[in-house]
């Protein structure tokens, strides 16, 4: 007879079901795990004849057979445990024969019987719900898994499962985790000055535009961008299980506490490729897809390794990061908003930009380190200058983050109801595809015009020319307006020009 017990194998943020097939035989007394199982899933056979050990079991003297099916799905990770645990307790009669039909089991077994913490229960737990199932997992990790809205058990040992089974003590279902109650977000009031960073910066929100701010150190770039996540909208009830879904996988939730806060990623510059873009041995979620449906800001841009930024390229386009492996391509979700601050030169500019001995070397050779396709890819470029005296002796601006945040809520809200029908899980201008940028962002005839000779003049790229139509029709969203206007065109050409590569539009041009 066979015992069977469902799991799952993490691929990305997907659960795939795994067949857990326990069988006992005669023979030379042996345990052996089968199905394409890792290091991990192969000591899984010692974890639980310690357990049982614990419990004043011991394993029976026969030749017993774990099949992970499907045998060609690779399985890694130490949540095998449990699983393995329940159907071989069924094989040998302590747990009652078809009591283990109707769930599915994930969790990693502690010599002592305890059931510890695993990454991944979210996720599992929708499959066990798409295949009408109760899950048991971790009693810690129980609040985050009941998010799905299916049964969850929480078992806190191994010993309370079997009881549990006998009927002797009933594991209540596990209920959802709260949800986080609002940090304080730093406010744009504290920002002084700089008033075209934090226009161009409320722009850049309305839309979900890519940013880059340039100047010298002190001036403000890095205030600016913590201050994104206070003027952006609250995750939507969908965004926040996907967001959430990453999450679990990483191991990050804590408590099963979900936010409806958008994340807010800052690597520091000596960042690898497999933690930006994710990889590994077990294939992790990189920073890219930490930051899905937020924010990824990178301090210091130019620090970063040129190899690594170029890596970005890819998830910025299409929206998710693939990683590859010999026999599998694991994907993860990537649309985030990228948020990007540099010095000018080595030497930072601003005060010290007179001591540069090298300039304007220093600076091509400083900037140069980004590349053009990199630059490409953005939507908005912003000059933030230093910061004087008579600006940190004003008081403090009127305006704040509520007023801004309030301004965007509305931009946003007309960009969903444009593209509602869009396939995108964002509905935003920067997400506009080919046939929706000629159907919503085209401008009156002077602002054609006007984007013909820039056009020319600053040799924008196909991306470019649609990038531009993109930050225009996100201006003319925060102004309320459903034509795109020959002044919308003129300011996102402004934020066009590039001050880190030194290009210029004529003055004439854009004059409205």
């Not at 052996?32 to 357990?51: P, T, W, Y």
């Not at 010298?216 to 205030?223: D, F, I, L, R, Y």
């Amino acid at each position: 007879m066979v015992s069977r017990i469902t799991t799952f194998a993490f691929e990305g943020v997907t659960a795939n079901p795994v067949d857990v097939q326990v069988q006992l035989s005669s023979g030379q007394s042996n345990f052996a795990i089968v199905g394409l199982a890792d290091k991990a899933v192969a000591e899984s056979r010692e974890r639980v004849g310690a357990a049982f050990s614990s419990l004043g079991l011991s394993l029976p003297p026969k030749r017993i057979v774990v099949n992970l099916a499907p045998a060609d799905l690779p399985k890694e990770g130490s949540h095998y445990d449990l699983a393995i645990a329940l159907a071989l307790l069924q094989a040998i009669e302590v747990i009652p024969n078809g009591a283990l039909e109707d769930l599915a089991a994930i969790g990693e077994l502690s010599l002592d019987g305890k059931i510890a913490v695993i990454p991944g229960a979210l996720p599992a737990s929708m499959a066990a719900v798409g295949l009408g199932k109760t899950l048991i997992c971790p009693e810690s990790c129980g609040p985050e898994a009941a998010w799905s809205g299916g049964q969850v058990l929480g078992a806190k040992s191994l010993m309370a499962l079997i009881s549990h089974f006998k009927g002797n003590q009933q594991i209540p279902s596990s209920k959802a985790g709260e949800l986080k109650a609002d940090v304080n977000v730093p406010d744009l009031k504290d920002v002084k000055g700089q008033e075209g960073a934090k226009r161009a910066l409320e722009i850049a929100a309305a839309g979900g535009h890519n940013l880059i701010m340039m100047g010298p150190p002190g001036s403000g770039k890095s205030m600016l961008a913590q201050r994104l996540a206070g003027i952006l909208p609250s995750l939507s009830a969908h965004e926040l299980l996907e967001v959430s879904q990453i999450q679990s996988i990483a191991g990050t939730l804590e408590k099963g506490q979900l936010s409806r806060i958008r994340p807010f990623r800052s690597p520091h510059h000596s960042a690898s490729m497999a933690a930006l873009v994710g990889g590994g041995i077990k294939a992790r979620p990189g920073e890219v897809s930490l930051a899905h449906h937020g924010v990824l800001f990178l301090d210091e841009l130019p620090e970063f390794s040129s190899q690594v930024l170029d890596s970005l390229r890819q998830p910025l386009e299409s929206g998710e990061a693939v990683i590859s492996r010999a026999n599998r391509h694991v994907k993860y979700p990537s649309r985030f908003q990228l948020i990007a601050a540099a010095n000018p030169c080595k030497c930072g500019g601003g005060p010290s930009e007179s001591m540069c001995r090298r300039k304007p070397a220093c600076k091509a050779d400083y900037i140069g380190r980004v590349s053009g396709p990199f630059l490409d890819r953005m939507d908005i470029f912003i000059d933030v200058p230093a910061v004087t005296a008579m600006d940190l002796t004003l008081p403090a601006p009127t305006e704040g983050s509520k007023e801004v945040a309030g301004r965007v809520l509305r931009a946003r809200l007309l960009q969903e109801k444009r593209y509602e029908n869009s396939s995108h899980s964002r509905k935003l201008n920067v997400d506009a595809d080919t046939s929706a940028i000629d159907q919503f962002c085209t401008p009156e005839q002077s602002g054609v015009d006007l984007l013909m000779q820039a056009a020319e003049k600053l040799g924008l790229s196909a991306r470019g020319y649609h990038r531009v139509l993109k930050v225009s029709r996100t201006i003319a969203d925060l102004d309320g307006t459903e034509q795109i206007a020959r002044v919308h065109v003129a300011e996102a050409l402004n934020y066009r020009f590039r001050p880190i590569t030194a290009s210029k539009v004529s003055n004439d041009i854009l004059k409205a």
